[in-house]
Nanobody, 122 residues
Framework: QVQLVESGGGLVQPGGSLRLSCVAS????????MGWYRQAPEKQRELVAA???????NYVDSVKGRFTISRDNAKNAVYLQMNNLKPEDSAIYYC????????????????WGQGTQVTVSS
């Protein structure tokens, strides 16, 4: 079984920064894409940023220029550096690993972390 564990959330003032980390554990052979989603109260979960195994990235328009996603394939980890945070960035942030293939298996699966709260408030 694959598990994703997030860390780095918290309370920060507007204009501040946070760095989210997510590490995937298990008998992982390859993870094609990793990403961060967020869900605010009474809103749908949305993709914030994603990065594929080749390092190609994409971002939701509202975070472009402020957030940076990166990954360490050797550690099966993905990071989200969030700068110039705004109150509207407040949400639970979820790590996602897509098209994960484990050793001894041929099929790919999608996995989610448990979420970490980010609150931007003065």
């Amino acid at each position: 079984q694959v598990q994703l564990v997030e860390s780095g959330g918290g309370l920060v003032q507007p204009g501040g920064s946070l760095r989210l980390s997510c590490v995937a554990s298990g008998r992982i052979r390859i993870i094609d894409a990793m990403g961060w989603y967020r869900q605010a109260p009474e809103k749908q979960r949305e993709l914030v940023a994603a990065i594929d195994i080749g390092g190609n990235t994409n971002y939701v328009d509202s975070v472009k220029g402020r957030f940076t996603i990166s990954r360490d394939n050797a550690k099966n980890a993905v990071y989200l550096q969030m700068n110039n945070l705004k109150p509207e960035d407040s949400a639970i942030y979820y790590c996602n690993a897509d098209r994960v293939i484990q050793w001894g298996m041929n099929s790919a699966r999608n996995y989610w972390g448990q979420g970490t709260q980010v609150t931007v408030s003065s």
